[in-house]
């Protein structure tokens, strides 16, 4: 028996690997895929803080801005000091992977979890590597495996709340600004959440989220501006943007976008994955100290992580859904209130993509009138 399963190696799955495999415990890794990173289903748009977590070259351009286009066709330049690092994703995630490997960590590829389950003296997983059917028992699980994940589907019973669709391409259209990322709200752009284009040198990714309508069609009308002839590769998937109410359970852990441990208001859940691993770790290594992997036990998890995250994300959710309602002509009276000058200046010196409500309280508390705009939104 190992000490710890891992199912799913992107970059929470992989991390984990890394850190409770650098502990001393002995851990085996499942990735469903033929190859670690693929297929690709991320914009690549990163804070400094997720590169002083994990080892990786997988940098391809930084940014310091955003374009932010209204529905009445007007645009707002937001800029801050600290750099947003656009990485190669599948790069990134095979770095986190050796990282993993190179602390210990057993690893497998193109092996897919198709049961879980638990009884008081282990974890039993039962998957098919390259075609054939194993099983593997543990101390504990730990579910890594995203939107669909299978721990989560056998052990918790529970799915995250509010989906975002995602449609992004790999475009040959080069942006002339490489320093800052368009953004498009409004009802031509998305419904609920926003469309982007992030320049990556020769490449730019172009991509729309949308909730409770299909992602493609407003992919379409943004991506007039750019050319549907010079569309070099195609990916999307889903984002949950709400966290689950309970991560653990018995012998069992959820980390990442299995737990729905995700930023609302952008959809990044790398750097609050990653986040959510390091105390994972911390609380499987209490779990083994103490000789006891019960739910009771490995409850320390949530609460750290929460007391690390879940105000911010609570509070972005709580901005999301205000914004994910609004019409276009509240969108663009919130243009004529943003595009002041102190408006952008307290955007600027409070900007950070990892903790975006810093933004929005600084905004209601230096712009009161932004709260009676917000509070009429519809």
């Known amino acids: 028996m190992i000490d710890a399963l891992i199912v799913g190696a992107g970059p929470s799955g992989s991390y984990l ?33 997720v590169f002083k977590m994990a080892r990786s070259r997988s940098m391809v351009n930084t940014v310091s ?30 770095d986190v992977a050796a990282m ?15 049961n879980v389950r638990t009884s008081t003296d282990e ?23 995203g939107i669909n994940s299978v721990v989560r589907r056998d052990l918790f019973s529970s799915r995250p709340g509010r989906v975002i669709s995602c449609y992004q391409v790999d475009s040959a259209a080069e942006l002339e600004d490489q320093d800052s990322v368009n953004v498009y709200v409004g009802s031509d752009s998305s419904s609920g959440f926003f469309g982007w284009a992030t320049p990556s040198g020769k490449i730019t990714r ?20 750019f050319g549907k002839d010079k569309i070099l590769g195609i990916n999307g998937g889903s984002i949950p943007v709400k966290y689950l109410k309970r991560t653990y359970t018995d012998r069992a852990l959820l980390v990442g976008d299995a737990a729905g441990i995700v930023k609302p208001l952008s959809g990044g ?61 509240k969108f663009n009276a919130l243009y004529d209130v943003l595009s002041k000058p102190e408006s952008i200046d307290i955007i ?16 209601f508390l230096k712009r009161p009138g932004l709260v009676s705009r917000m509070l009429l939104m519809r």
């Not at 190179?102 to 198709?114: C, E, L, Q, R, Y």
């Not at 390259?130 to 579910?143: L, N, Q």
Request: proline residues 2%; contains cysteine; glycine residues 10%.
């Open 65 to 94: 801005g955003a374009n932010v286009f209204f529905p009445n066709g007007k645009s707002i330049h937001i800029a801050k000091g600290e750099k947003t690092i656009v990485m190669d994703r599948d790069r990134f995630d095979k």
């Open 269 to 329: 859940g790398i750097y609050t994955g990653m986040v959510s691993s390091t105390h994972a770790a911390s609380a499987i290594e209490s779990a083994f100290d103490a000789e006891d992997f019960s739910a009771r036990k490995l409850s320390s998890y949530q609460k750290e992580w929460k007391r690390e995250l879940g105000r911010e994300l609570w509070f972005d959710g709580v901005v999301h859904k205000i914004f994910g309602g609004i019409s276009d002509r």
């Open 348 to 363: 600027n010196g409070s900007g950070d993509i990892d903790y975006p409500s810093k933004v929005v309280v600084s905004l």
């Open 206 to 225: 172009i991509g729309v989220g949308s909730y409770h309508s299909p992602a493609y069609k407003y992919f379409l009308r943004i991506n007039k501006k």
């Open 123 to 145: 974890s039993l997983v039962t998957y098919r590597e390259d075609g054939e059917k194993k099983e593997i028992s543990a101390r504990v699980v730990i579910g890594a495996d």
């Open 100 to 114: 993993a490997i190179g602390s210990g960590s057993d690893f497998s590829v193109h092996a897919k979890a198709i």
């Open 17 to 49: 690997g890394h850190l409770l495999a650098e502990k001393g415990f002995s851990v085996k890794i499942l990735e469903e895929h033929r190859e670690v990173g693929k297929p690709v289903e991320c914009t690549g748009l990163v804070s400094e803080r």
